[in-house]
């Protein structure tokens, strides 16, 4: 089983649609996650944190599920500039902080 | 915008050749590491370090070598390259500390293209 596991798509949603990624990890002692976003042939860039509590950057949500230990994000009134790549990280605890990249979710946002 | 910068952004280069890519970073982060990516697959950790003198290998087998002389300089080297080295390099940073603030910032990528 991978460490870090998201189901690859693509997702193809219109434009204006509600569409949710998750992402398990099978580390329980996983200490911080994130969502990166990656255009094609472009690098990653950081999309949001996400917060123990759940937290929401404008029509992007993120939550946090330690319990089933998996992460989601929640894109409102998908525009077709959302088509990317969504990157799902975590990071272990301890003194280096393992850093692990799930395989991705592509998301094509169509008019 | 992050500053993490690798040169060059694209390399074509013969089967034999040494090549070495470059990576800096000017936010003092103690952290980098190396990544590669083919088109369309995921990212594939192979070197990182945690500070000046240390380096460790990836999850994938590499056969680059890296050096971490400087805080803000990592450079990735081949010693011969192949052409089943091609493919996108990708350099990243993180800072020290832990939580939901220590994300990695990502250096723009070298596309390496070996005949």
């Known amino acids: 089983r991978k460490e870090v596991e998201q189901d690859p798509g693509p997702f193809n949603v219109p434009e204006g649609a509600t569409v949710a990624f998750n992402c398990t990890y099978s580390?329980?002692?996983?200490?911080?996650f994130f969502w990166y976003r990656q255009d094609c042939r472009k690098e990653p860039k950081l999309l949001m944190s996400v917060y123990s509590s759940g937290n929401e950057d404008g029509r992007f949500t993120a939550q946090l599920n330690r319990a089933s230990q998996y992460i989601s994000l929640l894109i409102r009134d998908s525009k077709l500039s959302d088509s990317a790549t969504y990157l799902c990280v975590v990071n272990e605890a301890g003194g280096y902080q393992k850093v692990t990249f799930g395989t991705g979710t592509k998301l094509q946002v169509i008019p | 915008e992050a500053d993490i910068y690798q040169t060059p952004r694209y390399l074509v280069i013969g089967t034999g050749k040494k090549i070495t890519l470059e990576c800096s970073q000017t936010m003092g982060h103690d952290k980098m590491y190396w990544y590669q990516q083919d088109p369309g697959m995921e990212l594939h950790l192979i070197h990182y370090s945690y500070g000046v003198n240390s380096t460790e290998k990836g999850d994938l087998s590499s056969e680059s070598t890296v050096s971490r002389i400087r805080t803000e300089h990592f450079p990735l080297t081949l010693e011969s390259a192949r052409p089943s080295h091609t493919s996108q390099y990708l350099c990243a940073s993180s800072g020290t500390g832990t939580g939901p603030y220590n994300e990695q910032f990502f250096g723009p990528g070298t596309r390496l293209t070996v005949l």
């Open positions: 580390n329980s002692a996983s200490q911080s």
